[in-house]
C-alpha cells in the first residue's frame, strides 16, 4: 500500500463511485459550524478520521521542539499569518543533498481526504515510515530534491482541512514555502499537485515569482466553476468563499522561464474539464507560457492522475520541449 493505491481511493471516494459529491448541507453566513480542534502534537502525525474532520490546533513550541534523533516524522515547519493565524505544516523529504544548498525542488501536493464516503481506510491505515517510503520513491523517480508538502490538517500538518480551497490554505501554504526556501537555499520550484492539490498549484501561480514549472492535475483551476457546473450554489465544503487563482492571476512577477502544464482527463466526472482548462486559457491570455495536457485519468471517475503528474513534472523539470513534456503521459483514447 503507498500514496499511489491513496490517490485512487480518494479519487473514488470523492467522485462517489464515478458520481458528484452529494450536495453539502446548507450553509451558515460564514460556512457549516466547526467543533473545537483536536490537539496536535508534532512528533506524532495523525492519520486518523477525527483530525481530518475536526482539525488539528498546534503550538509553535512544540512544533519547533527537536525531534528525536532517528525518527521518521517528517519535518515541520510554522507558519503565521496575520488574517490566517500559525499552523505547523509538515514536509515529507527526500532526496536533499547532505550540505550545502537545493537550488531547485519538486514539492508535491496530495488531494483531498474526505469526500462522500468520509475519510477512505487506505488513509486512516497510512503510517509516517509509509508516507515516507513513497516519497523517497517519488525523489528518485523525479531525480531531485523532493517535497511532500502537507496541506492543513491532513498528512501530518495542524489546520482544518473541511476548511481547504478558501484563502487561508494557499496562504499558509506559501509561507511554509518561504520558510523551506530559507532553510534549503531554494531558488526555483517545480510544483504538483493532485485534484485539491493542483488548486493549491493554481493559487500559487498567483502568489509566487519563483515557480519554474506548475503542474495542476485534474485540479479545480475555479472552485466556483466548478461547483456550479455540478449543479451546486457552493463548494462541497459547505462554504462558498473559495479563493479564485484566476482572479488574482498577473503577467507581473513570474519566473522567467515559468511553464504551466493543465493536466486532465476531459471526461473526468468529479472536477469537469472546463473548469480545469481556464486556468490555461488565462495564463495565455496575460502572456503566460501555458499548455493543455488531456490524458486518461484512473479510477471510474477519471480523476486520479498522481503518477502523469509526477511525469510531466520531471519532464518539464528536465528543459524537455513542450511537445516532449506532453508525450511523457498518454494521450486521451
Known sequence: MGLRLLALALAASLAGCGKAPPDPPPAAPDGPPRPPRLPYVAAAPDFSASAVTQGLRAERADCEAPRAPGTVQG??????HPQHGGECLRAWKAGFPTHGPAPRVAVFFEGDVWGAQGVPEVYLALTPRSVQAEVEQRAEQMAMPYVMLARPGIFGSSGDHMQRRRPAESALVSLAL???????????????GQSGGGHVVASLLAMRSDVLCAVPASAPASPRVRWLLLGYERDSTGYADSYEPLEHLRAEGRHPQQRVFVLGDPEDRNTPWASQVLLAGRARALGLHAREVPTRGQGAARHGLEDSAHAVAAACAQGLADDDVVRSVDPVN
Not at 178 to 192: F, I, N, P
Open 75 to 80: 519535518d515541520t515547519v510554522w507558519v503565521e
Open 178 to 192: 518561504d520558510a523551506l526556501q530559507r532553510r534549503h537555499g531554494v531558488r526555483e520550484w517545480v510544483l504538483l
